[in-house]
């Protein structure tokens, strides 16, 4: 086991700090929040929780951070940690939010996902286990690497001026 402040590979992890307005966080992975299902249930709309907790899938371009442009970052619907940046989003043309990389590798969990005919690999949220989608080695430079994300495991949080996330948009303000 490492010692707290060290991942498994001895290299320092950065404390978390809560970024403006107390959503999200700087840091790759605070915490883990652990929920009951019944919790869950509470929290999250059935959308959300079909999505996050079952493993769900929306229809494609039917998410609403699809066309999305505006800069800022893209959060948890879960649990509030920063997954991905605006500045790595694009348009793959598959009809979900697609995005060439994590905020940082250390905010998101990969596992085989045998669902399917051909094997995927699942995406989830490191903090609270939240499916998030799945991620194909077909992308943009600077990776190569596209993460296909539902809509509803996400939530908005626009850039301000100052550059600092504002509180998550709903799909008007988005």
């Not at 929040?33 to 929290?43: F, G, H, N, T, Y």
């Not at 994590?102 to 969990?109: G, K, L, Q, R």
């Not at 990969?110 to 077909?138: N, Q, S, W, Y």
């Amino acid at each position: 086991m490492a010692p707290s402040g060290v991942d498994r590979l001895g290299r320092l992890r950065r404390i978390p700090e809560p970024v403006s307005g107390g959503i999200g966080y700087r840091c790759p992975v605070p915490d883990k929040v652990s929920k009951s299902d019944q919790e869950w249930r509470e929290l999250l709309t059935p959308e959300r929780y079909a999505v996050l907790r079952r493993g769900a899938t929306e229809r494609a371009g039917t998410g609403q951070y699809v066309h999305v442009k505006a800069a800022g970052q893209y959060l948890c619907a879960g649990c509030g940690a920063a997954l991905f940046d605006s500045n790595a989003k694009y348009d793959s043309g598959s009809g979900w939010p697609s995005f060439y990389a994590p905020v940082d590798p250390a905010t998101i969990e990969e596992h085989r996902d045998f669902k399917m005919i051909v094997p995927r690999t699942e995406v989830r949220c490191a903090r609270c286990g939240g499916h998030l989608g799945h991620v194909f080695g077909d992308g943009p430079v600077p990776t190569g690497q596209r993460y296909c994300i539902n809509s509803a495991a996400l939530r908005f949080a626009k850039a301000t001026p100052a550059g600092t996330a504002t509180e998550p948009q709903t799909e008007s303000e988005a």
